[in-house]
T-cell receptor, first 113, second 115 residues
């Protein structure tokens, strides 16, 4: 089975721009979660989508948004980029039940200049 | 609020030596506990998980962890470290629902291995 894939792997943007990141989950997985990883704050949960609905949300501003498609692929959008948005963005997929393991993708490294 | 603490930011051990990485959690109910490993430029790989039952959990790559409810700890151990174990290790608590999300991670422990 193919693992979780994320595109692109690297991105460079400037302040004020917007960016869209993509995540393709493992086949059959219906839940996709997004995390932000920075040296200072560590790994922080952004949101989770399950069957095209946002099921859970972390404490991030509204500039961070996401969606999920009928094939479970998910996109994350960040508008009006700030320098502090520079981070590794990881997505994880699972079957979506409480005890199901989350499998992580390799991440998208976003640099905001 | 739920939280995970990994007291050691960086640990260096010699190849062949034993390893113990510490993890303490704060959570009101019985937690779901995980250890993940991250190599440079890679995502997170699950090493092992605890949901209930036997408090000593075996994982991949020769790792094990022990859940101690009285100490709110879930320490990761390996009897003999290999150079390929050099990576960053994250302990996490799994929470279903709520504002903090599915997984709450500790800040990680970076492991260096001396030849």
């Amino acid at each position: 089975k193919a693992g979780v894939t994320q595109t692109p792997r690297y991105l460079i943007k400037t302040r004020g721009q917007q960016v869209t990141l993509s995540c393709s989950p493992i086949s059959g997985h219906r839940s996709v979660s997004w995390y932000q990883q920075t040296p200072g704050q560590g790994l922080q949960f952004l949101f989770e989508y399950f069957s095209e609905t946002q099921r859970n949300k972390g404490n991030f501003p509204g500039r961070f948004s996401g969606r999920q498609f009928s094939n479970s692929r998910s996109e994350m959008n960040v508008s009006t980029l700030e320098l502090g948005d520079s981070a590794l963005y990881l997505c994880a997929s699972s079957l979506g039940n409480e005890k199901d393991t989350q499998y992580f993708g390799p991440g998208t490294r976003l640099t905001v200049l | 609020a739920q939280s995970v603490t990994q007291p050691d930011i960086h640990i260096t051990v010699s190849e062949g030596a034993s390893l113990e990485l510490r993890c303490n959690y704060s959570y009101g109910a019985t937690p779901y506990l995980f250890w993940y490993v991250q190599s440079p430029g890679q995502g997170l790989q699950l090493l092992l998980k605890y949901f209930s039952g036997d408090t000593l959990v075996q994982g991949i790559k020769g790792f094990e962890a022990e859940f101690k409810r009285s100490q709110s700890s879930f320490n990761l151990r390996k009897p003999s470290v290999h150079w390929s174990d050099a990576a960053e290790y994250f302990c996490a608590v799994g929470i279903y629902g709520g504002s903090q999300g599915n997984l709450i991670f500790g800040k990680g422990t970076k492991l260096s291995v001396k030849p």
